[in-house]
């Protein structure tokens, strides 16, 4: 049975800093994270390839630095200097292909 497992979120104040985690029980191609605020669609964060490529959304450049580490099928996410927009559900997504899987979501709020 595949799964992906994630933790790091919470309660950050405008500035601050957290930093996800997502491990799976197999070994993905893609990894990435997305984030769903309210009232709005699930959108792409930052992914990573196998080899290290990575690509980010526009809002997060320059703030979030997404990494993985193969021998542990593990993907993390850095988010620095965070903003109130960031609060949302963060889910990892893991991918072989068409083969694709979710994490359960994370909760990161950002708020003074």
């Known amino acids: 049975q595949v799964q992906l497992v994630e933790s790091g979120g919470g309660l950050v104040q405008p500035g601050g800093s957290l930093t996800l985690s997502c491990a799976a029980s197999?070994?993905?191609?893609?990894m990435g994270w997305y984030r769903q605020g309210p009232g709005k669609q699930r959108e792409l964060v930052a992914g990573?390839?196998?080899?290290?490529?990575?690509n980010y959304a526009s809002s997060v450049k320059g703030r979030f630095t997404i990494s993985r580490d193969n021998a542990k099928n593990t993907v993390y996410l850095q988010m620095n200097s965070l903003k109130p927009e960031d609060t949302g559900v963060y889910y990892c997504?893991?991918?072989?292909?068409?083969?694709?899987?979710w994490g359960q979501g994370t909760q990161v709020t950002v708020s003074s």
């Open positions: 997504n893991a991918a072989i292909s068409l083969y694709s899987s």
């Open positions: 197999f070994s993905p191609n893609t």
């Open positions: 990573i390839t196998r080899d290290g490529s990575t």
